[in-house]
């Protein structure tokens, strides 16, 4: 009986924890009061209207839009014919090119910014939104290539040399039968890209320029100038934006088994 | 064997790396035959098969087929078809959309395309299955979809893996007929791959057994199962006593012993089949360590001077029990001579 009452327990305060947080960020967002404040003074919306009207938000959702679904994208390009040939052919240097790949997971945050900024930006003069798009993009690239690599072993390959006796090249094949095969994965990758890439922080942190803000990093910036509710109201609007793809991607994908 | 080789593998080798699979193989292949390559896993049946497909590039020797040498055409332009141990259908297209795939690769018009695909899903019985996707039909169901994926292609040569090996007894015995009639009908010329010399025996023009990368044997099924040449064909095919030969006489166990009818002077084993073995008279005796009744017969296990015999004999006569003692013979006349142990 004391153990039951300890599990409900232990479950009570991990929802407390993971949910807390939300439960503040959204009263916070709806409060009346002029300062970032819990609890709420009062219930409105203008904190939540107010996102709409500040410039920089604008501009900054924009920029972390385009990193989000153009970095995913890249990272795709890169990532697919990556895992396809790491689970297809035996690679003369497949462990290497799987820890390479990998590498920016495994990497701290901090040092690929700070690395791509010493290096990559301040000696070549690559603008710091190009510098943005590179990061993001290699960011992405190692879960893209394992959500794919998990959709392609499952896809059995003897169905590729099926279509070649049929007469198909190769490359035809790869269009036409193994890409219809894993465009859940693929769009499961793109889901959990985009998602990676919108929250990055530490990364984004270092390469940030005059007008060249993700909306994470505006948000801090906006937050250390003027302390009004206003944040909130964007954090909670992002929560709901998240869940909402997260939500119709578990319900049409399946997505947890990707991920 | 006059006719011209229609398919001609010539001295084909392949390897796995550093791995001999397939050495030196030589097999011509007449038109319209249906061919079995019969061996336990790792004979090279398998290797052997998708070489002639070109998924696989031989070391060395050539591969002709219909007169023109394809040893290095890619699998794509080779005109041969492979109806997949697995069948290998394509699990995002309707089953019209599977067999439909080559011939819309070949940038046919429509109504030809339907009309061919129609005739190819009437002619393994599927007609009424057009629109369903591969996932929603049985096993026995989705090999006649490849089966038909590959007929419609026309190829030159169709190749088999394994099959009848997925289906259960009722539907093996329906799909081997099956077969059978789609071969004479379309008289393409068939190889097929198994490791059950039932399956063989029953659907081949003549058999192939392999062995070690290497022909065994080849013959008719009445050869492979009457007249094995070597000890592995026997006993592959279900000959329980084999005995070598050596100067005219049987070596067993217990030293040679003479036997009642001379044999040609290259025999180097004999063997019989469980129900070669005469129960109940003869020049050797045994004890009976095990009977079992199998329907139509009972099979003896026997403790006899030569070594352990296993013999067959019809349910109908009187059993003998466990323990006792018993004479039998080994008629030399009935045994097959096999001319490699």
């Not at chain 1, 890439?197 to 250390?224: A, C, H, K």
Request: with cysteine; charged share 20%; glycine share 8%.
């Amino acid at each position: 009986m004391t153990s039951r009452l300890y599990s409900y327990l232990t479950l009570a305060v991990v929802f407390l924890f993971l949910i807390g947080p939300f439960v503040i960020i959204v009263a916070a967002a709806l409060s009346g009061g002029e300062t970032l404040a819990f609890p709420p003074q009062g219930l409105s919306l203008k904190w939540i209207a107010k996102v709409f009207t500040v410039e920089s938000f604008r501009q900054s959702f924009a920029l972390s839009m385009f990193l989000a679904i153009f970095g995913t994208l890249a990272a795709l390009v890169l990532g697919v014919p990556v895992a396809y040939a790491a689970s297809r052919y035996r690679l003369p240097f497949g462990e290497v090119i799987r820890t390479v790949v990998s590498a920016p997971i495994i990497v701290p945050g901090i040092i690929v910014g700070l690395a791509l900024l010493r290096y990559l930006v301040i000696p070549l003069n690559v603008s710091v939104g190009l510098a943005l798009f590179i990061a993001h993009t290699a960011l992405i690239l190692p879960y893209a290539v394992r959500v794919v690599s998990a959709s392609l072993d499952n896809l059995r390959s003897d169905i590729e040399e099926a279509a070649v006796l049929l007469g198909s090249s190769r490359l035809a094949t790869f269009f036409r039968i193994v890409l219809p095969n894993i465009q859940s994965g693929i769009l499961a990758a793109f889901i959990l890209g985009f998602v990676t890439s919108f929250n990055q922080v530490p990364v984004s942190l270092f390469l940030s320029g005059p007008g060249v803000r993700t909306l994470p990093i505006d948000m801090i910036w906006y937050m250390e100038i003027t302390y009004d509710p206003s944040v909130a109201a964007l954090a909670a609007l992002l929560a709901f934006l998240s869940i909402s793809i997260v939500f119709l991607a578990e319900r049409f994908l399946g997505f947890s088994r990707y991920v | 064997m006059s006719d011209p080789a229609y398919l001609d593998l010539k001295e084909l080798t392949l390897a796995y790396g550093k791995t001999i699979a397939v050495d030196r193989l030589n097999l011509p292949i007449r038109k319209g035959e249906l061919i079995a390559l019969l061996g336990p896993s790792g004979c090279g049946k398998t290797t052997t098969m998708r070489a002639i497909t070109g998924l696989l590039k031989p070391a060395s020797g050539t591969i002709t087929l219909d007169g023109r040498d394809i040893t290095r055409l890619p699998a794509n332009k080779r005109e041969v078809g492979l109806v997949f141990q697995s069948y290998a259908l394509f699990p995002h297209l309707s089953v019209f959309e599977n067999v439909a795939f080559g011939l819309r690769l070949r940038k046919l018009p429509s109504a030809e395309i339907n009309r061919q695909v129609g005739d190819g899903l009437a002619l393994v019985g599927l007609s009424r299955f057009h629109n369903r996707k591969p996932a929603e039909l049985s096993g026995g169901q989705q090999q006649r979809v490849a089966l038909a994926r590959s007929l419609v292609m026309q190829p030159k040569v169709l190749l088999l893996d394994e099959p009848l090996s997925n289906l259960d007894a009722r539907l093996r015995l329906e799909m081997r007929t099956e077969l059978q009639r789609v071969q004479r009908e379309s008289g393409v010329t068939m190889v097929f791959v198994t490791h059950d010399q039932n399956e063989a025996l029953a659907l081949a023009d003549r058999i192939v057994v392999m062995k070690d990368g290497r022909i065994e044997q080849l013959g008719s099924p009445e050869d492979v199962y009457n007249r094995p040449v070597s000890r592995f064909v026997a006993d592959f095919v279900g000959f329980e006593n084999i005995f070598s030969v050596e100067n005219g006489r049987l070596h067993t166990q217990n030293g040679p012993v003479d036997l009642s009818v001379p044999v040609p002077p290259e025999t180097s084993g004999l063997a019989w089949r469980p129900k070669m073995v005469r129960l109940g008279e003869g020049r050797f005796e045994g004890e009976v360590l095990g009977v079992a009744f199998a329907g139509g017969t009972r099979e003896y296990l026997l403790k006899t001077e030569l070594g352990p015999i296993k013999a067959e004999m019809d349910a109908a006569a009187p059993a003998f029990a466990p323990g006792s003692r018993l004479s039998f013979d080994l008629p030399t006349e009935n045994a097959a001579t096999l001319q490699r142990m």
